[in-house]
């Protein structure tokens, strides 16, 4: 099993920036597909981006691309979602998700275990 904490959401301005980072207490870190998932008030939760184990695939939402990258970094057990130009429609909570042998899934369902979520507000 894996634990996942999700870190660097807060409010922030139309058009700005943020780093989201979710760390990892499990030493196999490398080998887990990790996903980024989004909740907003009302809406269904939807994927935002993956990366598969091995880190050659990352699928992108569409509402997302262009705007945002993720990344792993699997010496610190952790993967980051950097994201630019943030836009109202952006503000949820995200939640970040591992999948073993993850390949980059872009549903919810294979991914085994989540993070409590962090919130990100864009003001506009």
């Known amino acids: 099993q894996v634990r996942l904490v999700e870190s660097g959401g807060g409010l922030v301005q139309a058009g700005g920036s943020l780093r989201l980072s979710c760390a990892a207490s499990d030493g196999t870190f490398s080998t887990y597909g990790m996903g980024w998932f989004r909740q907003a008030p009302g809406k269904e939760r939807e994927f935002v981006s993956a990366?598969?184990?091995?880190?050659?695939?990352?699928p992108y939402a569409d509402s997302v691309k262009g705007r945002f990258t993720i990344s792993r970094d699997n010496a610190k057990n952790t993967v980051y979602l950097q994201m630019n130009s943030l836009k109202a429609e952006d503000t949820a909570v995200y939640y970040c998700?591992?999948?073993?042998?993850?390949?980059?899934?872009?549903?919810?369902?294979?991914?085994?275990?989540w993070g409590q979520g962090t919130q990100v507000t864009v003001s506009s």
């Open positions: 990366i598969s184990f091995i880190g050659s695939s990352t």
């Open positions: 998700a591992a999948e073993k042998y993850g390949l980059g899934s872009t549903s919810a369902g294979p991914y085994r275990y």
